[in-house]
Structure formats: structure tokens, C-alpha cells
């Protein structure tokens, strides 16, 4: 097995997640670039440079997912990092932004598509990490990190004074259950070598928001990879951006 450190990023072929495979690359380490459009992934894992690697991930398939472990394990023999980053916000990625906005409240939104955003957000979440953790345990130092969002804080959004208020729908709850996925494991591997923590890579110009958002990737990416590599005395269990914790 080699020394390298090696890094799965889900939903890595663009925004936060390309910049996270990107930044870890920069740090030395080996980056599998989940992809669930293989040819797409290859093309990305190429620009990258050679320690980037394509991996075919499709969180919302079981199949996929055990594929994918399976290959780690095989090829690389190890795994240090997941970062859980895939997700959406919308089931029509066509869809104007502020339309979407409109069709996120539960009080309207259909129940499909609902069922739709949970199984990447959160259910991928889940599948994938219990797919890894084998290869976690592992490993000399263990990190699951899931990108979250403030938007999803139920301290904020309880907040009469948040004039973000309005965008607390299927996206923002499916969120919040990610914070507490994010805790539910971390508490269940208290007393292990693995440390799992959410990041809030704030108000990011991506396709997920249709690059309406007012930070870079560069800037969202930031506090995701400081996760990624912390020490054995990093903290378990957080919800934090560059600037510190976040409201839950």
C-alpha cells in the first residue's frame, strides 16, 4: 500500500467539489474524481493531472457504490478521505433559480420530487459512507467530511430578522437532515481514528444555485479541504465555515 493519502470526492466533476479535488492535488494527495458520467469524469481527472483518477459514482445506486469500494479497494488498496460533496437543489436542473425557489416549499413542492433531492442529499450520503467506512477504519487517519449549508441552520432560520427565510424548503431540509446525518456518524465513531465534520462552503456560484451565488469555488472550497486535513487533535462531530462554527 502506498504512504500517499488518497481522497474520493463525490460529485467532483465541477464547482466545489472540482476545487476540492483540484486543492488536494495541490496538497500531495491522490484524488478519485466521482463522477457519475464516466467519460465526463475521465476528461476532468485528466486536467487535474496524473494524481487525479476518475471514479464512476452514482450515490443515488447501490450498484455503483459498491463497484466503486470494491475498486478502491483493488487499485489503491486504501482510502483516507470522503468527502461527501454531491448534491442537489432541484429536480429540473433547467429550471430558472427563482422558479425553483418558488417550487422548493413543502408547501407546494411535489412529493417526487422531494423523494428526489433526500435520495442524493441524504440517503447518498448515508450509502456512500457506509460503503467506505470499511476502508476508513483502515486508515492511519480517517475523515469524512459532508458539505452542508447555512442555509439549512435551523438557529438562522428560526430567526424573524433572516431575510433568507423564504428559501427554508426542500433543499434547506434535506440539508438539515445532512447536519444531523453528519453528527449521527461521527458520534457512532467517537473513539476511532475517523473524524467526520460538515462545512458550509457559503453562498457559492455553482449550477446548483444556476451561478447565482456571490462567493467562488475557490472560496467555498476552502473550509471542506481544511476539514479534510486536520490533525489528530481536529475536532469530531462541527458544522463550520473559514470563520469558525456555524449555527446549527
Known amino acids: 500500500m502506498s504512504d500517499k493519502r488518497v481522497a474520493l470526492i463525490t460529485g467532483a466533476t465541477q464547482g466545489i467539489g472540482l476545487q476540492i479535488a483540484k486543492d488536494l492535488v495541490a496538497k500531495g494527495l491522490t484524488v478519485l474524481v466521482g463522477a457519475r458520467d464516466m467519460e465526463k469524469g475521465e476528461r476532468v481527472a485528466q486536467d487535474i493531472g496524473a494524481a487525479a483518477h476518475a471514479l464512476q459514482l452514482d450515490v443515488t445506486d447501490e450498484a455503483s457504490i459498491a463497484q466503486a469500494a470494491a475498486l478502491i479497494r483493488t487499485r489503491f488498496g486504501r482510502l483516507d478521505i470522503l468527502m461527501n460533496n454531491a448534491g442537489i437543489s432541484r429536480v429540473n436542473s433547467n429550471e430558472a433559480f427563482s422558479e425553483a425557489l418558488t417550487k422548493n416549499q413543502l408547501t407546494d413542492a411535489p412529493l417526487g420530487d422531494i423523494r428526489t433531492v433526500f435520495e442524493t442529499n441524504v440517503f447518498g450520503v448515508i450509502a456512500v459512507t457506509q460503503a467506505m467506512l470499511p476502508l476508513l477504519r483502515e486508515a492511519p487517519a480517517g ?48 473513539g476511532t481514528n475517523i473524524k467526520v465534520n460538515a462545512a458550509c462552503p457559503g453562498f457559492t456560484s455553482t449550477a446548483l444555485n444556476n451561478f447565482n451565488g456571490t462567493r467562488s469555488v475557490e472560496d467555498g472550497a476552502r473550509e471542506p479541504v481544511r476539514l479534510a486535513l486536520i490533525d489528530d487533535d481536529g475536532p469530531t462531530g462541527t458544522f463550520s465555515d473559514e470563520n469558525g462554527p456555524v449555527p446549527w
Not at 428560526?158 to 433543499?171: C, E, Q
Open 143 to 190: 475523515r469524512i467530511v459532508i458539505t452542508g449549508s447555512s442555509g439549512a441552520s435551523l438557529t438562522l432560520n428560526s430567526d424573524p430578522a433572516n431575510d433568507h427565510r423564504r428559501m427554508f424548503g426542500n433543499y434547506s431540509v434535506s440539508k438539515t437532515a445532512a447536519h444531523a446525518v453528519m453528527l449521527a456518524f461521527a458520534l457512532a465513531l467517537e
